[in-house]
């Protein structure tokens, strides 16, 4: 199995990328200073708060300091560097690429601690899907918008991909940081293209009778 450090490097790249994110998300929204803050760190540790809950263990941003230190030194760079993300707030790519970053270490993580832990192949998939898209839930919610998994392309899915080749390569080759890191590009660059060729999953509509 895993080094336990590689789970900790995905957390550490998955909370930088989601505060970021939620950083974003709040100065778009016109939050104030506890806001952004607020918006920040829901992103970046409330995918991880639910999967350690659901693994019955106390929650990492309780009991370590790396998460918080992590999302405090990402908002200050952040706000250092504001008047320069001007434009890419206007643009969105850089939000959708630390958003998706995001996305993919939670949903490793996820899946790496419920491998380890020896849930069943669907018990993997929701850990997965519940450790990325927790925080992004959660701060769409606050802000009184429809959660991304629920509309954007790819989204949610990534994480379920994410999770079926974690287990295929677990009980094939074995995982190992070459593999996981492989895994992680691939589906960094899935989300991408989906995104920038606006890919979508069907959609069920109600036709009148």
């Known amino acids: 199995m895993l080094d336990f450090n ?33 918006s920040a760190s829901i992103t970046a540790l409330g995918g991880g708060i639910v999967r350690d809950v659901i693994l019955t263990r ?38 959708v690429l630390s958003d998706t970053i995001g996305l993919v270490a939670f949903s490793i993580t996820g ?3 419920a491998i380890e832990h020896g849930f069943n192949f669907f018990g993997v998939l929701i850990l997965s899907f519940l450790t990325a898209v927790g925080g992004g839930v959660l701060r769409d919610t606050m802000i009184n918008q429809v959660p991304a998994v629920l509309i954007s392309d790819f989204y949610g899915s990534i994480a379920l991909i994410v999770a079926v080749l974690l287990i295929f390569t677990n009980l094939t080759w074995g995982l190992d940081a070459l593999s996981v890191t492989l895994i992680a590009t691939l589906a960094i660059t899935l989300r991408l293209v989906a995104y920038t060729k606006q890919w979508h999953l069907p959609k069920l509509t109600m036709e009148n009778q």
């Not at 995905?10 to 806001?35: K, P």
């Not at 250092?80 to 434009?87: A, E, I, M, V, Y």
Request: charged residues 15%; proline residues 3%; glycine residues 6%.
């Open 6 to 38: 590689l789970i900790i490097a995905a957390d550490i790249l998955g909370i930088i990328a989601f505060t970021l994110s939620g950083f974003l998300i709040g100065v778009r929204h016109r939050l104030d200073i506890l806001g952004i803050l607020i």
């Open 111 to 113: 899946a790496l601690l």
């Open 58 to 95: 106390t929650p990492f941003a309780f009991n370590e300091y790396y998460p918080a230190l992590t999302v405090f030194a990402t908002i200050f760079i952040a706000l250092l560097f504001r008047r320069h993300l001007r434009h890419e707030l206007e643009q969105k790519w850089l939000f």
